[in-house]
């Protein structure tokens, strides 16, 4: 199964991104998944996840600002961050989980990540 993230790019600090997230198969609906970001020379960190009850958890840093949704039907998770800070640069990436957490250890399987850059 193939997760194909979609939507990063570059924005002004205080601007928004939505990215996307696409399996190529239903077989995930069943799965927690979710968003997770590798910035500059650092460890890659989960940032918010979701399940198929659409409970979700997010890294304390994306509360108030980032917000993870799916749609089961298109087999698709969205990740809308608002109010973007310089600090949220890193690599996007998708990830199916065993469990509804944040750490990286529940990753199955990986997307191929999508940049977002913000600009101070």
């Known amino acids: 199964v193939q997760l194909v993230e979609s939507g990063g790019g570059s924005v002004q600090a205080g601007g928004s991104l939505r990215v996307t997230c696409t399996a190529s198969?239903?077989?995930?609906?069943?799965?927690?998944m979710g968003w997770f970001r590798q910035r500059q020379d650092k460890e890659r960190e989960g940032v918010a996840v979701?399940?198929?009850?659409?409970?979700?958890l997010y890294v304390d840093d994306a509360k108030g600002r980032f917000i993870v949704s799916r749609d089961l039907a298109k087999d698709s998770i969205y990740l809308q961050m608002n109010s973007l800070k310089p600090e949220d640069s890193a690599m996007y990436y998708c990830?199916?989980?065993?469990?509804?957490?944040?750490?990286?250890?529940?990753?199955?399987?990986w997307g191929q990540g999508t940049q977002v850059i913000v600009a101070s």
């Open positions: 990830g199916a989980l065993t469990k509804l957490e944040l750490r990286t250890g529940s990753i199955f399987n």
């Open positions: 198969s239903s077989s995930y609906r069943r799965y927690p």
């Open positions: 979701i399940d198929s009850d659409s409970n979700s």
